[in-house]
């Protein structure tokens, strides 16, 4: 009889677990999975997919507009929210179809159950049935930080945006973040009045200093409000069900959505990790190695739930690194710099490597470069909105440290920018390399 029923139990069926679990069956494990929700995770059901098909939605607002300078004759348009959520969610449904057919044809059993721990080799189903394993691998996300402040119960969250039964005509955005500012996008190109509140004067912590600053400045232009130091005092249901909202520092307002973007937490709550000897962090996130594994031999973590990058592609290769280390006799641990990111905001931001902050406090000074320019497409559809690269660079071997952009396109851009600069290659590489002209993306080698 085998000592366990399966070799691998992975909790949660999002990028991270999926990866894992399909590799690890793949290399010859037997494998369960347990989902409680949809197969697909954050990213697929209420995250970054859904969310960019929204961005795709509202950029035609601008599009329809801009194509009249075009020489098309485009008619004023309606928006139709309900026609866009729906084919939204059903492609959600689809993705969900495609990872759950992902898992079943690599092998792997799914289980539509809560799971939680109940010993170093031991998972408990929400039905009381109780499952060993060799390994136990947690992949259970993060989830939207909700603030406590009174009447808190009347926001919603990112989880719920996508649901919603009609697109308000007043929404507050409460955050500085990439989901924030996403939003703001989206719903000001709806047609929507968006405020957005913060309890700081920064937004976009952690991005390039010169590149959040224009995206603050071309999001003001276009009739975005901001609220800075301002923190809730409450959020009051009213009879017409609007919201009116207080908050320090600036005088309350009526809403008819508030949207919390502040942050994630990870989704450790009654897993019975502690109880198991889990060792968890001050925010609840599992501590692990860079092996992924825990303080318990047998239990390891991957994604979001260790609060290190929350990035999907991340997760992802934490759970190629787990099933290669683990089945597949093949040590793998992570590289965790140059990570490009993107915020889908509009226009849209990418960055890759250090800020020019960080690396002048590395390197004390740096060469900085820039191209600040009008899109042609700007140009002629008589928009004032310009674009801006940075580049940053090593003083003395002129080796490319970090490279941020706004304008649009920027992530599409920047992903094949990012494999020079992860490459270590230098300015003079770029500008070795002939302009692909005219495009936004020959920038990058003319930068002065």
Same mark, same amino acid.
């Given at each position: 009889?085998?000592?366990?029923?399966?070799?691998?139990?992975?909790?949660?069926?999002?990028?991270?677990?999926?990866?894992?679990?399909?590799?690890?069956?793949?290399?010859?494990? !037997?494998?369960?999975?347990?989902?409680?929700?949809?197969?697909?995770?954050?990213?697929?059901?209420?995250?970054?997919?859904?969310?960019?098909?929204?961005?795709?939605?509202?950029?035609?607002?601008?599009?329809? !507009?801009?194509?009249?300078?075009?020489?098309?004759?485009?008619?004023?348009?309606?928006?139709?929210?309900?026609?866009?959520?729906?084919?939204?969610?059903?492609?959600?449904?689809?993705?969900?179809?495609?990872?759950?057919?992902?898992?079943?044809?690599?092998?792997?059993?799914?289980?539509?159950?809560?799971?939680?721990?109940?010993?170093?080799?031991?998972?408990?189903?929400?039905?009381?049935?109780?499952?060993?394993?060799? !390994?136990?691998?947690?992949?259970?996300?993060?989830?939207?930080?909700?603030?406590?402040?009174?009447?808190?119960?009347?926001?919603?969250?990112?989880?719920?945006?996508?649901?919603?039964?009609?697109?308000?005509?007043?929404?507050?955005?409460?955050?500085?973040?990439?989901?924030?500012?996403?939003?703001?996008?989206?719903?000001?190109?709806?047609?929507?009045?968006?405020?957005?509140?913060?309890?700081?004067?920064?937004?976009?912590?952690?991005?390039?200093?010169?590149?959040?600053?224009?995206?603050?400045?071309?999001?003001?232009?276009?009739?975005?409000?901001?609220?800075?130091?301002?923190?809730?005092?409450?959020?009051? !249901?009213?009879?017409?069900?609007?919201?009116?909202?207080?908050?320090?520092?600036?005088?309350?307002?009526?809403?008819?959505?508030?949207?919390?973007?502040?942050?994630?937490?990870?989704?450790?709550?009654?897993?019975?990790?502690?109880?198991?000897?889990?060792?968890?962090?001050?925010?609840?996130?599992?501590?692990?190695?860079?092996?992924?594994?825990?303080?318990v031999e047998s239990i390891y973590a991957v994604g979001d739930v260790t609060n290190r990058v929350q990035l999907t592609p991340v997760a992802i290769r934490e759970g190629q690194a787990f099933a290669d280390t683990v089945f597949g006799n093949k040590p793998t641990t992570v590289d965790y710099g140059c990570i490009p990111s993107a915020v889908f905001s509009h226009p849209p931001i990418a960055g890759v490597g250090m800020t020019?902050?960080?690396?002048?406090?590395?390197?004390?000074?740096?060469?900085?470069?820039t191209s600040d320019f009008r899109a042609m497409k700007n140009v002629l559809a008589n928009r004032n909105e310009r674009a801006l690269y940075k580049m940053i660079c090593e003083p003395n071997s002129g080796k490319v440290l970090g490279l941020h952009m706004i304008g649009p396109d920027a992530p599409e851009i920047l992903q094949a920018a990012a494999v020079a600069v992860k490459a270590g290659l230098t300015k003079d590489d770029?500008?070795?390399?002939?302009?692909?002209?005219?495009?936004?993306?020959?920038?990058?080698?003319?930068?002065?």
């Open positions: 009889m085998p000592e366990f029923d399966y070799d691998l139990f992975t909790i949660g069926a999002g990028s991270g677990g999926v990866r894992a679990s399909r590799v690890a069956s793949a290399l010859g494990a !037997k494998v369960a999975i347990a989902e409680e929700y949809r197969v697909g995770g954050t990213c697929v059901i209420r995250g970054c997919v859904p969310k960019r098909l929204l961005v795709y939605g509202a950029h035609f607002a601008e599009d329809l !507009k801009d194509a009249r300078r075009f020489g098309w004759n485009v008619p004023d348009c309606d928006f139709d929210w309900a026609v866009l959520r729906d084919n939204v969610l059903s492609e959600v449904d689809r993705l969900n179809g495609a990872y759950t057919n992902t898992l079943d044809s690599h092998g792997v059993e799914i289980v539509h159950e809560r799971a939680t721990v109940s010993g170093p080799n031991e998972v408990t189903l929400a039905s009381g049935r109780t499952i060993t394993a060799g !390994k136990i691998l947690i992949a259970v996300g993060a989830r939207p930080l909700v603030p406590s402040c009174p009447g808190h119960e009347h926001g919603i969250t990112s989880n719920e945006v996508f649901h919603l039964d009609k697109l308000p005509r007043r929404v507050l955005i409460a955050g500085a973040g990439y989901i924030a500012n996403e939003f703001a996008g989206i719903f000001n190109e709806f047609g929507s009045k968006v405020t957005l509140i913060n309890r700081s004067d920064v937004i976009l912590r952690g991005y390039d200093e010169q590149i959040r600053d224009r995206l603050l400045q071309i999001s003001m232009t276009k009739g975005i409000d901001f609220r800075f130091h301002a923190e809730f005092r409450g959020i009051e !249901k009213q009879a017409d069900g609007s919201l009116k909202v207080s908050m320090t520092n600036h005088d309350d307002m009526e809403v008819d959505c508030v949207l919390f973007a502040t942050g994630r937490v990870p989704n450790t709550d009654d897993l019975g990790l502690a109880e198991a000897g889990v060792e968890l962090d001050a925010k609840g996130a599992i501590v692990v190695g860079a092996d992924n594994k825990s303080s020019e902050s960080e690396a002048k406090q590395k390197f004390g000074a740096v060469k900085v470069y770029f500008d070795q390399t002939v302009a692909l002209h005219p495009s936004m993306a020959e920038e990058l080698v003319l930068m002065k």
